[in-house]
């Protein structure tokens, strides 16, 4: 079992950055892979971005050079950190864990408020 929590949502300016993190409990080594998604209001949740146990990441175009995954393993912590924010980028933000077997373990999210 591992279980998520999402921080660091918050209102902020168009232009503006936020970081925001995601920490692991539980089983973590069982982690094969980790991704953030958002979900807006009325939309489906979309994939932003993905970080493998290796520590590559890919990411959404929509976000392509203006947000950045890390990690830090010692934290059993990721993070998202999101730049040149616009009034599209809000949403609630989640991560995902995968393990080998192919389960899939959520967080409850964190709200994300860009305001033009």
């Known amino acids: 079992q591992v279980h998520l929590v999402e921080s660091g949502g918050a209102l902020v300016q168009a232009g503006g950055s936020l970081r925001l993190s995601c920490t692991a409990s539980?089983?973590?080594?069982?982690?094969?892979?980790m991704d953030w998604y958002r979900q807006s209001p009325g939309k489906q949740r979309e994939l932003v971005g993905s970080?493998?146990?290796?520590?590559?990441?890919t990411y959404a175009d929509s976000v392509e050079g203006r947000f950045t995954i890390s990690r830090d393993s010692a934290r059993s912590t990721m993070y998202l950190q999101m730049n040149m924010l616009e009034p599209e980028d809000t949403a609630v933000y989640y991560c995902?864990?995968?393990?080998?077997?192919?389960?899939?373990?959520w967080g409850l999210g964190t709200r994300v408020t860009v305001s033009s």
């Open positions: 995902a864990a995968y393990t080998p077997a192919g389960h899939v373990y």
């Open positions: 539980g089983n973590i080594g069982g982690i094969a892979s």
């Open positions: 970080l493998t146990r290796s520590g590559d990441t």
